[in-house]
């Protein structure tokens, strides 16, 4: 549904996206992380038709975006990071402007508006005048609009910004219903364990390149990626009542474990082998008179899959 | 370095649609599902206006305005109604007479109707010409001001559209009013014995010039952001001066006159108002070609290209800033209406008493050197090179990825104009050639008059290439653009300024020459004297380049001769007095040329330079050459 090849942008010698390849199919929604100032907003720019790339192409729906910006621009939705609305007119209004400017008739138009002016909590504030709204409001105002003319495909940049907590699990359902209805969504936050609830796929971006991309669950997903170890095992996390330092020296010295890690009485190190060798090390700790509290391998969460992306930590 | 899974082949959709049928094929596969037929297709919606749902008024809004607008037209309906002449017995001629007295109103029902016209004419002129373009230029500016212009971009409208929207969409009330008016206005016009083609051509003559400035501000709105969208409808009210008032100054020569109807009020004036001037004034019907509706058919037929040009310009604007506003070949329209308005007044012929032939081609070379030379400095100002994106692509090239040496450094576009000023440069010295059999004396004349222009021009453009390349930020390739121009406007005026004023003195020492052996031989003069004709061939020889002339005037037979050699030859005078000048002139101007060449070479080596400290030490991390 997403495709682009070598999309580059530079502003004057600074590489803002650099040969950005990615294939996105329909219905996935992505996550497209990355520190400030890594190209998210200025990738979403160009996917989105307001920002000529300087090299590279990029297709929506087999759409070329800089051949056929009409045609594209029917088939996705697009919420800046930043935005600007038109203060002078009330909430229905503008989403009927819009829904007008996207060939809606007034009975689809009336009809869509209602809903999601109740579906994103706006349905109290449809006569006030869009100037008023405080920011939150304004940003659930925003995603109406993206959503407003049943896009195929929507971009969203930073969508929970000045979002209250409870707005930001309602922002949360909604996207999972957009995902439910088979839309694609692109997303773009720094609020990874949200992302993590809703996001099937991910792409990490890191000075304008793609430092990681694919399903985030799965086999072959990047979260079972990042988890495995160097040697094709795991990383296990230990804790003992009491005897840290002397278990460290035992761990070390047993086949197998590596990088052991401690933490007053808690432990953590890579182990080579499957779930029979974890086995083995819990009855030698046993065996050597520890009193073992906790043994689990560790979990991988979108945050540590960031952060070692980003510093190109991944072993295999 | 982490891998990117997108590297691998995918199994979908792998190969780039470079070629048609992978396009096909891909877009077969990939594309959504077609959207409901939701459209309800207004004409407004084709026209790309789906702002006029956004600029509704509120319906006591709506309805204040109408009742506002019908009392308004109402109302001087009414007062005209009580300025017509009436029976002495009439109702409405006591109330004339209790409020004005015997001697207003009009004279006739006729011309009672033509006043209503002209009012209602000149307020919806007013409103449709004036008012509503400033709004509209504002409505567009402030949108990209305050940042609700991406939304609007985001739309399934092209940027066409969108410019067109904001043009007519944000101000529909406006012309409304104005179409309210000239509809109770026309039936009065042809009642009031107006022609109906000349009704008809000064309500298009209205419509094309409230198009042109609207369209003309819809530019300038996309090429400012100052002041908070202020800048622009204030570049408007200038445009708008400019289009309306100099015009008229053409109105009362025969040879140009139709220039005047570029203006509306000119186009007024020649279609309905002129019979009230004098009978010189009467008699300068504006004409193209010979023909009066040829004159009206070129000044409509060039404002709806002008118009479609500007809307062109300001949708590529709004679309990219880094694209030049028009493309060679609408430059090269413009400037053939150009050529083609000049070639008409050249054949203004002595139909309609016009004084001579002669005077059509001057006409023809004025209309065609001013308006030809604006064409290629507006062209000469459009020109591609942006800082940016040039260092953009020297930082591909440096990286391996770009083409090895980019199209942007050949100076193609100081070539294309250039050569459109060789074309003026030509075709006005041909209408020169055709004026007088004096003009065609001198070939160097000519060919300074062809070439000169065009030398000055390829230095602007250099000039402007390397500031654009060198400087930053604007201020800088302004002042720097300003200073360069005024140099090199000196260097090519140098010349020619140098010639004239040795031509000068030549006849002031020629002409004291010949009287004083006139004088001294008592022969008959040939102008009345009115000093001494000894005293005044002193008082010249005092000063040093006439006695170097006089020397060679030692005879009346000499002075005659020497006359007759350079008698409408500049050039060859100025060469002879000043030969220095044959190697001085040409130096200078190969001298800016090398500067400038050199200038923009260095301004290109420098953004390499700054490239290289861009790509280099990102070698292999940003930029590795052995990346495909």
């Known amino acids: 549904m997403i495709r682009c090849e070598n999309l580059t942008r530079y502003f004057g010698s600074f590489v803002a996206v650099d040969r950005l390849t990615i294939e996105i199919g ?14 998210k907003s200025t ?3 160009m996917l989105c038709t307001l920002m000529a790339p300087t090299r590279g192409r990029a297709w929506i729906g087999g759409r070329d975006v800089q051949q056929d910006k009409v045609g594209v621009r029917q088939l996705i939705g697009y ?9 002078d007119l009330s909430v229905e209004r503008y989403l009927q402007f819009f829904a007008r400017a996207y060939n809606l008739d007034a009975s689809m138009a009336n009809e869509r508006v209602t809903d999601y002016l109740e579906r994103l909590g706006l349905n109290e504030k449809r006569d006030a005048r869009v100037g008023t709204l405080s920011r939150g409001m304004r940003q659930r105002l925003g995603v109406a609009k993206s959503f407003l003319h049943d896009p195929e495909v929507v971009f969203l940049d930073e969508p929970a910004s000045g979002l209250d907590p409870v707005a930001r699990a309602e922002l949360r359902d909604f996207l999972k219903f957009q995902q439910h209805l088979g839309k694609t969504v692109v997303v773009s936050s720094h609020v990874l364990k949200e992302l993590a609830d809703f996001c099937d796929h991910i792409a990490i971006v890191q000075n304008g390149r793609l430092a990681e991309f694919g399903p985030l669950s799965g086999a072959e997903g990047v979260l079972a990626r990042y988890s495995g170890t160097a040697q094709g095992g795991r990383r296990y996390s230990l804790r003992v009542v009491k005897d840290g330092p002397r278990l460290e020296i035992l761990l070390k010295e047993l086949p197998g474990v590596s990088n052991v890690e401690r933490r007053d009485v808690t432990l953590t190190f890579d182990l080579a082998g499957d779930e029979e060798a974890a086995a083995g090390v819990l009855t030698k700790v046993a065996g050597a008179g520890f009193l073992v509290a906790r043994f689990s391998p560790e979990e991988v969460d979108l945050e540590s899959v960031y952060r070692q992306a980003s510093k190109g930590e991944r072993s295999d | 370095m982490p891998a990117t899974p997108s590297s691998d082949p995918p199994a979908r959709e792998s190969a780039p649609p470079s070629a048609g049928t992978a396009a096909a094929r891909l877009e077969e596969a990939d594309a959504p599902a077609a959207p409901p037929d939701t459209a309800d297709h207004t004409w407004l919606q084709h026209l790309g206006m789906p702002f006029y749902f956004r600029h509704t008024p509120r319906p006591a809004m709506r309805r204040g305005i109408f009742w506002g607008a019908f009392i308004s037209i109402a109302v001087l309906l009414v007062l005209n109604l009580i300025f017509m002449p009436y029976g002495r017995d009439s109702m409405a001629y006591a109330i004339r007479f209790a409020l004005f007295g015997n001697e207003s109103g009009y004279r006739t029902f006729d011309a009672g109707a033509r006043g209503i016209f002209n009012q209602f004419y000149i307020i919806a002129l007013v409103l449709s010409g004036i008012i509503a373009p400033l709004f509209a230029t504002f409505s567009l500016s402030n ?5 609700t212009m991406e939304f609007l971009k985001l739309a399934p409208l092209s940027t066409t559209g969108i410019v067109l929207g904001k043009m007519f969409g944000s101000v529909y009330v406006i012309h409304m009013i104005s179409g309210a008016l000239l509809l109770a206005g026309v039936p009065l016009a042809i009642l009031g014995g107006y022609p109906p083609e000349n009704v008809a051509i000064a309500l298009a003559g209205m419509v094309m010039a409230c198009l042109l400035l609207t369209a003309a501000g819809a530019f300038l709105a996309t090429q400012t952001m100052a002041f908070r969208g202020f800048a622009a409808v204030a570049g408007l009210l200038a445009l708008g001066f400019f289009v309306h008032v100099p015009p008229l100054a053409a109105s009362g020569e025969k040879e140009v006159g139709f220039i005047s109807l570029f203006s509306p009020w000119g186009m007024l004036d020649a279609l309905f108002w002129h019979e009230f001037g ?6 300068n019907v504006p004409m193209l070609a010979g023909s009066t509706y040829l004159a009206y058919a070129y000044v409509l037929a060039y404002q ?5 040009l500007f809307v062109w310009a300001a949708s590529r604007k709004l679309d990219s800033s880094e694209k030049t506003a028009l493309r060679p070949s609408a430059w090269i329209a413009l400037w053939s209406f150009v050529a083609v308005g000049a070639l008409g007044a050249a054949y203004n012929a002595d139909v309609n008493n016009i004084r001579s032939l002669d005077h059509c081609w001057a006409a023809a070379m004025a209309i065609l050197l001013v308006a030809g030379y604006v ?3 507006l062209a000469l100002i459009d020109h591609p090179f942006r800082r940016e994106r040039t260092l953009s692509d020297e930082c591909e090239r440096l990286a391996g990825r770009g083409e090895r040496a980019s199209r942007r450094r050949f100076p193609l576009h100081a070539g294309f104009v250039t050569l459109l000023v060789l074309l003026t440069g030509g075709l006005g010295t041909a209408f020169f050639y055709e004026t007088s059999t004096a003009n065609r004396a001198e070939g160097w004349l000519l060919c300074a008059m062809i070439f000169l222009p065009a030398l000055l021009f390829l230095l602007l453009a250099l000039a402007l290439e390397a500031s654009a390349i060198r400087f930053r930020n604007f201020v800088g390739q302004a002042t720097l653009s300003a200073v360069l121009s005024a140099l090199l406007l000196g260097l090519t005026l140098a010349p020619a300024i140098h010639a004239g004023t040795i031509n000068a003195r030549f006849n002031r020492c020629a002409w004291a020459a010949e009287n004083y052996y006139r004088w ?3 022969d008959k003069p040939k102008q009345q004297y009115y000093w001494n004709p000894s005293e005044q061939l002193e008082l010249l020889n005092r000063h040093l380049e006439n006695a170097e002339m006089l020397a060679e005037m030692d005879s009346l037979e000499k002075v005659q001769n020497i006359q007759r050699i350079y008698q409408n030859r500049p050039v060859a005078l100025f060469l002879h007095f000043r030969p220095w000048a044959y190697l001085l002139y040409p130096l200078l101007f190969l001298a800016a040329f090398a500067g400038l060449y050199y200038w923009r070479h260095c301004a290109f080596a420098l953004l390499r330079k700054e490239a290289e400290r861009a790509v280099l030490p990102a070698a292999g991390v940003l930029y590795n050459k052995s990346d495909p």
């Open chain 1, 26 to 39: 329909r219905g996935a929604v992505c996550a497209l992380v990355g520190p400030n100032g890594a190209g």
């Open chain 1, 43 to 45: 990738t979403m720019k």
């Open chain 1, 79 to 87: 919420l800046p990071e930043s935005f600007q609305l038109y203060e």
């Open chain 2, 143 to 147: 949108e990209r001001v305050l940042g």
């Open chain 2, 278 to 283: 004098s009978a010189w004034r009467r008699a």
């Open chain 2, 304 to 308: 709806a290209l002008f118009f479609v």
């Open chain 2, 375 to 377: 064409v290629c400095g």
């Open chain 2, 520 to 522: 001294v031989a008592n």
